[in-house]
């Protein structure tokens, strides 16, 4: 019955999106995310809109495996990076001040074409990470649910999730947001308030959880976390796009509205994690499968569309930053409708591949993307919010140094890395990781830093 219910729900989901988006597109609506009438997205859409792309499936299930694992330390942690929303649209507005229209604008005009390239390879990695992140979370239900079913729902949500991106692009993302994060925050909202008036909720237990593994390595993450929340909103194309539709006025608003409601989601999520944990359960499939022992076939069903719902949003979304990377920054396809669908169904598919090739790590993607991203902390604050003019020979060693570290994080197993990295559990490398780079890329900047 599980099956029926949930295709069911996947199937409105779609229509409804499908509804949702444009009638009409037009060029600007579709790289610019603006209106019919051109006219650019209201507060609540753009707020909306953030919500939904950041508390995104992945994020969804780290929150609730890092909660099971490391209790409510856990969960803070991830909950953490949410503070995004407050240094991303800090830099957002500090770029808008100084006439940029973009992060790559301003790069550019202090770093050349060595400046935004860099940038853009972190930030073309994230977009693909972020579509084989979410297709995997939709596997690992649809595998948690009907045995054999992980590849059919990947290609179904790749092939349906890319055709209605593809009919409107960042508008019809920002439209679509709208649906689905309304609807997740019902059907969200339901399995919360079920899992908190349950029998066996207690709050007190919850906020003071230490997991089935202990609380240090919830800790340790969220020192990892603070030090990653600097740069970590810069390398995220979605927020950022986001940041330029609107007035000043309005997009402050957004980002601030954005980061409470978000991180309210994700600490709720991580509660049912959390519950798991104390309730004993044996964790199976990503959490997925010991939802559906612990809870009420409904209250699983609800869990299920939320993931789905927040998969979907954050793929479209996803989608529209790449085709305008692709032809807005680096200019490798036409400024066209065609163009831009011809940049999505390349990354729907290697997204897909990648998702099918089986990895199935959730948090890796989040460490080694935000690692990369730490090279652009250095050069952002002395360079944007200090003022000084920045040698590129500093930016160059500060970017050499967050892709090393994240390199070295993703393939720490090696016995060269071994013999430098201390012997203890990987956040704990992370973290000696991310102060390194951190180190080493302020002193290159700070170095080649001169006043403008």
């Given at each position: 019955m599980q099956p029926v219910v949930l295709i069911a729900i996947f199937a409105g989901i779609v229509l409804a999106s499908l509804l949702a988006a444009p009638r009409r597109v037009t060029i600007e609506g579709f790289f610019g995310g603006r209106g019919a009438g051109?006219?650019?997205?209201?507060?609540?859409?753009?707020?909306?809109?953030?919500?939904?792309?950041?508390?995104?499936?992945?994020?969804?299930?780290?929150?609730?495996?890092?909660?099971?694992?490391?209790?409510?330390?856990?969960?803070?942690?991830y909950a953490a990076y949410y503070a995004s929303f407050l240094t991303g649209g800090f830099?957002?507005?500090?770029?808008?001040?100084?006439?940029?229209?973009?992060?790559?604008?301003?790069?550019?005009?202090?770093?050349?074409?060595?400046?935004?390239?860099c940038y853009n390879l972190v930030i073309a990695l994230r977009l693909l990470s972020e579509?084989?992140?979410?297709?995997?979370?939709?596997?690992?239900?649809?595998g948690a649910v009907v045995q054999g079913g992980a590849t059919p729902a990947v290609l179904a949500v790749?092939?349906?999730?890319?055709?209605?991106?593809?009919?409107?692009?960042?508008?019809?993302?920002?439209?679509?947001?709208v649906v689905q994060m309304l609807l997740f925050l019902v059907v969200f909202g339901i399995a919360f308030v079920a899992l908190v008036t349950g029998p066996s909720f207690d709050l007190g237990a919850v906020l003071t959880a230490q997991g089935t593994a202990g609380a240090m390595n919830g800790w340790v993450?969220?020192?990892?976390?603070?030090?990653q929340v600097v740069s970590y909103p810069l390398?995220?194309?979605?927020?950022?796009?986001?940041?330029?539709?609107?007035?000043?006025?309005?997009?402050?608003?957004?980002?601030?509205?954005?980061?409470?409601?978000?991180?309210?989601?994700?600490?709720?999520?991580?509660?049912?994690?959390?519950?798991?944990?104390?309730?004993?359960?044996?964790?199976e499939g990503e959490l997925i499968g010991t939802w559906g022992l612990m809870f009420p076939p409904w209250i699983f069903v609800l869990l299920m569309t939320a993931l789905v719902v927040s998969a979907l949003s954050t793929l479209d979304s996803a989608l529209a930053s790449a085709s305008r990377l692709v032809v807005e920054e680096l200019h490798l396809a036409p400024r066209s409708l065609n163009g831009g669908r011809v940049v999505m169904a390349l990354f729907m598919l290697v997204g897909t591949a990648l998702t099918l090739w089986g990895n199935a790590t959730l948090f890796d993607a989040v460490a080694v993307s935000g690692t990369a991203s730490m090279f652009l902390a250095p050069v952002m604050?002395?360079?944007?919010?200090?003022?000084?003019?920045?040698?590129?020979?500093?930016?160059?060693?500060?970017?050499?140094?967050?892709?090393?570290?994240?390199?070295?994080?993703?393939?720490?197993?090696?016995?060269?890395?071994?013999?430098?990295?201390?012997?203890?559990?990987?956040?704990?490398?992370?973290?000696?990781?991310?102060?390194?780079?951190?180190?080493?890329?302020?002193?290159?900047?700070?170095?080649?830093?001169r006043r403008a």
């Open positions: 051109g006219a650019a997205p209201g507060l609540w859409v753009l707020v909306l809109s953030q919500v939904t792309t950041w508390i995104f499936a992945r994020s969804l299930m780290n929150a609730a495996i890092l909660g099971y694992y490391y209790g409510i330390a856990g969960t803070l942690a830099f957002v507005l500090r770029l808008r001040e100084t006439g940029a229209v973009s992060v790559q604008d301003w790069l550019r005009a202090r770093f050349g074409a060595v400046g935004t390239g579509v084989f992140a979410n297709l995997l979370v939709v596997g690992l239900i649809a790749a092939v349906l999730g890319f055709a209605y991106s593809a009919w409107g692009g960042l508008s019809a993302a920002l439209r679509t947001d993450l969220l020192a990892v976390a603070a030090l390398h995220d194309p979605v927020m950022m796009d986001r940041g330029f539709l609107s007035d000043r006025r309005t997009t402050r608003a957004s980002f601030l509205h954005a980061f409470w409601i978000s991180t309210l989601c994700i600490l709720g999520f991580g509660f049912f994690g959390i519950q798991a944990g104390l309730e004993g359960a044996a964790y604050i002395v360079g944007l919010v200090m003022g000084r003019q920045v040698a590129l020979w500093s930016y160059a060693v500060a970017f050499g140094a967050a892709m090393l570290g994240a390199w070295i994080y993703l393939t720490r197993g090696w016995t060269l890395w071994a013999m430098i990295l201390p012997e203890a559990h990987n956040y704990l490398q992370l973290l000696a990781i991310c102060v390194v780079v951190l180190v080493v890329g302020f002193a290159a900047v700070l170095a080649g830093a």
